[in-house]
């Protein structure tokens, strides 16, 4: 970026308001939600929704708990006539549910309106007209007089044309377009200007929408916009004041939030943000966003994936895979440390009885939005060894102990480091098979008989004999051994006829649940005279095999691979 074309732009005023209260203030309950998803979000597609992809996604967002829908345009196009028409004539509006019609303060487009919402039981009429300076004088080349003259013309038609139609119940808002960009004094004038002709009550308020149609400041400015506009209202108690903020520095999230803690009571915006250039607010961010606050949002998000499906086959647009609470990998872990700490925090919180979300790097459990566990921890070449843990205990039920994670997420990294890419959970489990369950040379086991077994109430210890036949480079060996048990022994005669001196320095079994068809495994970690340590493992239907199994296991990897301390 050239330094000479910085004084291309200049900052923007800051609100001179010393005792802003907003700063204190928290949000403790969800605010009435507007979707424009059908308008703003709509009017912003590369190819806009047809009749049949708005009625999809009026079920959708019905469906999710909105109870304000702007649907649509009705005087800018004929599907959004005609769309409006089937809501109003098929009877699709559930009974609590209002659509919104949006229009522009023009006669022709406002007598439009009226007609496609003939015969509905309530609506609100959404009427706007920018206010901002640069509008003003590049746009509509008005001055002041003038605006406030074209607002006020606009709601008195409003009102004429209400009166055509005494089945319905209207209601309205009015918006003072590029609220940000308008002097807060003026917008508040034209504000008021509407507000005399439309004569709300505190019964039938006025929605007041001011909107950050193209987001110009940081967020603590919106705020402290919406503070002063609802300070300085006459009567304040008449208007619902509506947020409406855009996404073009990326705030706004933050901004619609500040602005809540400031007074906003409503706000319009959509699903996964979509709309004109970088988008509308997500509302499906903000609710989560309270959701995790314990704040109930009254919204469904139960089921995101479905909105994501939705949403990407009607619009024609992705969610990103990092888009908060909604991305493909917003629940993964890749690194190590945060797989080691998110394994903990589950545990923990399976553990522990207060039922408070607590689990590190994870804001949100991802199955309150419909998401699973499994897909949690992914495995590249910057995962460590937890990681490599939590999907061996979590898909194949494995829970390989503690002190042997490092050997195990060793061999895991030397296959990720080698393939440089993501391992799938069964080449990590074809891996862990090749690494322990599946390694048969030099030693193999052909045959393994407990010839006698005692225990005396009399002798402290039981005894063992066994018979066992191995296979060892292709030739079969016998071998018997007395011990204190059954491993015992068998360790005993392999000491004694083939392997030398060597020792058990670890073991741990657990039954194997799930799709296995063994029931048992066994976890062995031996020394050997040459100082190098190798687990070893072994499962079957019976757990004593299974431990033998796991002894040959380790000898095997220590003959074959050279394991590291
Ligand atoms: C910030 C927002 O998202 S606002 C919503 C914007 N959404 C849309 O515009 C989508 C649908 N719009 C349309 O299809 C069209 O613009 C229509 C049907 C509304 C109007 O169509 P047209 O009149 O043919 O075209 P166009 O929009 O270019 O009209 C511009 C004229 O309207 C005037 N105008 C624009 N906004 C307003 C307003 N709110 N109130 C009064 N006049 C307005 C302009 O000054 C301009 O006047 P001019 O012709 O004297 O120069
Ligand atoms: C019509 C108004 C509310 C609008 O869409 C905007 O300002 O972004």
Excluded at 22 to 37: F, G, H, L, Y
Excluded at 125 to 131: E, F, I, K, R
Excluded at 291 to 320: A, M, W
Excluded at 487 to 512: M, P, Q, V, W
Aim: hydrophobic residues 35%; charged residues 25%.
């Amino acid at each position: 970026m050239k330094q000479k074309y910085i004084n291309k732009y200049r900052p923007y005023p800051a609100v001179v308001m010393p005792q802003r209260s907003w700063p204190d203030k928290r949000i403790e309950k969800a605010p009435t939600w507007c979707s424009v998803d059908l308008r703003d979000g709509n009017q912003a597609l590369i190819q806009p929704m047809n009749l049949e992809k708005k009625l999809e996604m009026f079920r959708l967002i019905t469906g999710m708990g909105f109870k304000e829908i702007e649907v649509g345009f009705p005087s800018a196009s004929e599907v959004e006539y005609e769309f409006t028409r089937v809501l109003i004539e098929q009877n699709l509006i559930p009974e609590d549910v209002v659509i919104q019609v949006l229009t522009q303060a023009r006669e022709h487009l406002i007598h439009k309106t009226f007609e496609s919402i003939k015969g509905a039981r309530e609506v609100i009429v959404h009427l706007y007209n920018s206010t901002s300076v640069l509008q003003r004088r590049t746009v509509f080349r008005m001055n002041r007089r003038e605006i406030v003259e074209l607002a006020v013309k606009g709601a008195q038609l409003l009102k004429e044309e209400e009166k055509k139609y005494p089945e319905t119940r209207f209601r309205y808002e009015y918006s003072p377009e590029s609220f940000t960009g308008t002097e807060l004094e003026f917008a508040l004038e034209v504000c008021e200007r509407v507000m005399e002709v439309l004569q709300p009550t505190k019964e039938n308020r006025l929605i007041i929408n001011l909107p950050a149609t193209v987001e110009l400041a940081t967020p603590n400015i919106y705020a402290d916009q919406i503070e002063w506009f609802c300070r300085n209202m006459t009567d304040r108690e008449s208007a619902i004041i509506s947020l409406h903020t855009h996404n073009d520095r990326g705030c706004a999230v933050a901004a619609t939030e500040l602005a809540l803690m400031a007074g906003g009571e409503r706000v319009e915006g959509t699903l996964f943000g979509n709309g004109e250039r970088t988008g509308n607010v997500d509302i499906v961010t903000l609710a989560l966003n309270m959701f995790t606050q314990g704040v109930d949002p009254e919204l469904d998000l139960s089921d995101i994936n479905k909105l994501i499906d939705v949403y990407e086959r009607i619009c024609r647009l992705p969610v990103h895979p990092r888009h908060p609470y909604a991305g493909e990998l917003v629940y993964t872990a890749f690194s190590g440390s945060h797989q080691d700490a998110i394994n903990k925090g589950m545990q923990a919180y399976q553990d522990g009885d207060s039922g408070r979300w607590a689990v590190p790097y994870l804001p949100i459990d991802p199955s309150d939005v419909g998401r699973t566990y499994e897909s949690i921890i992914r495995i590249n070449s910057q995962s460590g060894k937890g990681g490599v843990a939590y999907v061996m205990d979590k898909d194949f039920g494995f829970k390989l102990p503690k002190s042997m994670h490092p050997e195990f997420g060793n061999v895991i990294q030397r296959v990720t480091d080698k393939e440089g890419r993501e391992l799938q959970r069964r080449e990590i489990f074809k891996t862990f098979e090749q690494e322990y369950l599946k390694i048969d040379t030099p030693y193999k086991l052909k045959g393994f008989h407990v010839a006698k077994r005692h225990i005396s109430a009399e002798i402290p210890e039981s005894r063992a004999e066994i018979e066992a036949t191995l296979s060892i480079d292709g030739r079969d060996v016998e071998i018997f051994a007395k011990g204190n048990g059954p491993l015992d022994a068998f360790c005993t005669a392999l000491k004694e006829n083939i392997t030398g001196d060597f020792r058990l320095t670890s073991y741990h079994e657990h039954a194997l649940e799930g799709g296995s068809s063994a029931n048992a495994a066994a976890y062995i970690e031996i020394r050997y005279p040459d100082g190098l340590k190798a687990w070893g493992i072994g499962v079957d239907t019976d757990i004593i095999v299974a431990s033998i199994k796991a002894v040959l296991s380790s000898l095997n990897r220590h003959s074959n691979l050279k394991p590291r301390k």
